[in-house]
């Protein structure tokens, strides 16, 4: 069985992380989404949060797909985890020329620490390629529109979050 692992902070997933999902569905048997537990990042969403909107966007794709989903919270190294969910790839998604000089240096650190688990890339649907969760939060702060960016459902979240703000 092939196992990927898609990881991300998902605050909140968008519909570039479904697009991702969606696509990296067909390579793999099962797919793990690992949602980190970054405390740096100071997120808009509790891990608990987070994992439910996850699973809830997820529950969709299953249903039309058929496959595997497993979402998984970690907080240790991602090669770490690629290890504890029996991952042989890691699946990143690319936006622009900026994202993969970050990329480019965690594939050599990861294959430093393990060569067994190999990293695929896939480009952002050019629909999707400016969305940021980062961005989302900000518009939906300031009570824009983000419709385009994400599910109805995590638009909600977002304008009950901002809205206690």
Request: charged residues 25%; glycine residues 8%.
């Amino acid at each position: 069985m092939r196992i990927g692992l898609y990881p991300g902070t998902f605050d909140p997933i968008t519909l570039g992380h479904v697009d991702i999902i969606q696509r990296a569905m067909a390579l793999v048997d099962r797919l793990v989404i690992g949602v980190a537990i970054n405390r740096d990042k100071g997120p808009a969403f509790t891990l608990e949060e987070r994992v439910a909107m996850v699973e809830a966007e997820c529950a969709g794709i299953v249903a039309k797909t058929g496959g595997e989903i497993i979402v998984h919270p970690f907080e240790n190294l991602l090669i770490d985890c690629a290890r504890d969910v029996g991952a042989s790839v890691i699946v990143r998604g690319l936006r622009a020329v900026a994202d993969f000089e970050y990329e480019f240096q965690m594939v050599g650190m990861n294959r430093a620490m393990d060569s067994s688990v190999e990293t695929v890339f896939l480009m952002a649907d050019a629909r999707r390629q400016a969305i940021a969760s980062k961005l989302v939060k900000e518009i939906a702060r300031l009570g824009g529109d983000i419709s385009k960016f994400v599910t109805p459902p995590v638009a909600e979240a977002l304008r009950h979050r901002y809205a206690k703000a």
